[in-house]
């Protein structure tokens, strides 16, 4: 939101610097601008929450657990709690307090407020502090919060799906996270049968998208390795480097392989993304359950040094597009190649 960091600019609570890093930030992970800043440690959520009703023009509400009303929780159903990301957090007569991450969006206030029959009144919250509440009292996977807030609305996106040459052409293309990694998944279904994505945020490793033989959403989304625990997953995050061979013995390369369907002593392809000498994504590659890959990865890898450079891109234009909207001059955006 360019308002929002306008507002903390003005008032000198982060620095150029600082938003620079948060973009970087959001465009691996998703989210909202807000939430970067404070996983990075740039912003307390006392400063973040009074930036946030200033730039939405609605009152924040400092969240104190023990005025959650569950006669308000039960009277909002969880399925359009999640769906969209919305918190009953106080409930007098017929007025509901319903705390957003984004007041503005007055569809789903009109929404909820006609299919239940309840008086609206909002206010604002830190998307991270929604996470926290959606979890712990509907039991919502908080891993909705890495989706690309930048990413089109589904009526604009292209559905054809990108192969072959067309693949590494879109890679060159990509203009959000979400389509880098369509890209990459066509690109790699070029040389194995299956592919999964995942997203490193310590302190796990995040099944996040996967195309191929016996791959959909709910076997994706139930992929979780931890990283304090010994794994081939570790190995290559620490290391940096490309693995391919049978799994090991350690019970989280077990536990995933059982997960997948996948015999022991069939191998397998994990690649690292790094940017910035961090590996912020893995991507793993087989060709079934019993089969072994392939040994001649190398225009793979070729292909692969794309990402970074594409989420690089995707980095200094967002840094570029938010300084234009709040109307100040361009300055210089660090590269570090």
């Known amino acids: 939101?360019?308002?929002?960091?306008?507002?903390?600019?003005?008032?000198?609570?982060?620095?150029?610097?600082?938003?620079?890093?948060?973009?970087?930030?959001?465009?691996?992970?998703?989210?909202?601008?807000?939430?970067?800043?404070?996983?990075?440690?740039?912003?307390?959520?006392?400063?973040?929450?009074?930036?946030?009703?200033?730039?939405?023009?609605?009152?924040?509400?400092?969240?104190?657990?023990?005025?959650?009303?569950?006669?308000?929780?039960?009277?909002?159903?969880?399925?359009?709690?999640?769906?969209?990301?919305?918190?009953?957090?106080?409930?007098?007569?017929?007025?509901?307090?319903?705390?957003?991450?984004?007041?503005?969006?007055?569809s789903t206030v009109a929404r909820i407020g006609y299919s239940q029959g309840f008086i609206i009144r909002t206010a604002v919250i830190p998307e991270f502090r929604m996470i926290q509440l959606l979890r712990d009292y509907y039991g919502v996977d908080e891993r909705w919060r890495f989706t690309d807030t930048h990413r089109p609305s589904a009526a604009t996106v292209k559905r054809d799906a990108p192969t072959g040459a067309t693949a590494a052409a879109r890679l060159d293309d990509a203009v959000t996270r979400d389509e880098v990694v369509e890209a990459l998944l066509a690109v790699c279904q070029r040389f194995f049968r299956r592919v999964l994505f995942f997203i490193v945020k310590e302190p796990w490793v995040l099944g996040w998208s996967g195309a191929g033989e016996g791959v959909d959403r709910p076997l994706v989304s139930s992929l979780r390795v931890p990283l304090d625990q010994p794994s081939i997953f570790r190995t290559v995050t620490r290391d940096r480097s490309l693995f391919i061979g049978r799994l090991g013995p350690e019970e989280e390369n077990q536990r995933f392989l059982k997960a997948l369907g996948k015999r022991p002593q069939s191998s397998a392809v994990l690649l690292p993304v790094s940017l910035r000498s961090r590996v912020v994504n893995l991507v793993y590659g087989d060709n079934g359950a019993t089969d072994r890959v392939r040994g001649d990865l190398g225009e793979l890898m070729v292909l692969l040094q794309k990402v970074p450079r594409a989420y690089l891109r995707i980095i200094r234009k967002r840094v570029a597009d938010a300084r234009a909207l709040v109307g100040e001059e361009p300055e210089h955006v660090e590269r570090n190649d």
Do not use: W
């Open 1 to 106: 939101m360019p308002i929002l960091a306008r507002i903390l600019k003005d008032r000198g609570i982060v620095t150029e610097r600082q938003l620079q890093e948060a973009i970087q930030h959001q465009v691996l992970y998703g989210g909202r601008l807000g939430t970067s800043l404070y996983e990075l440690g740039f912003i307390t959520e006392d400063r973040l929450q009074e930036a946030l009703a200033r730039a939405h023009g609605v009152p924040g509400i400092s969240v104190d657990l023990r005025e959650v009303q569950p006669e308000a929780v039960a009277a909002l159903p969880k399925a359009l709690a999640a769906k969209h990301k919305v918190f009953p957090y106080r409930l007098r007569g017929k007025t509901l307090t319903l705390l957003m991450v984004d007041p503005n969006d007055h």
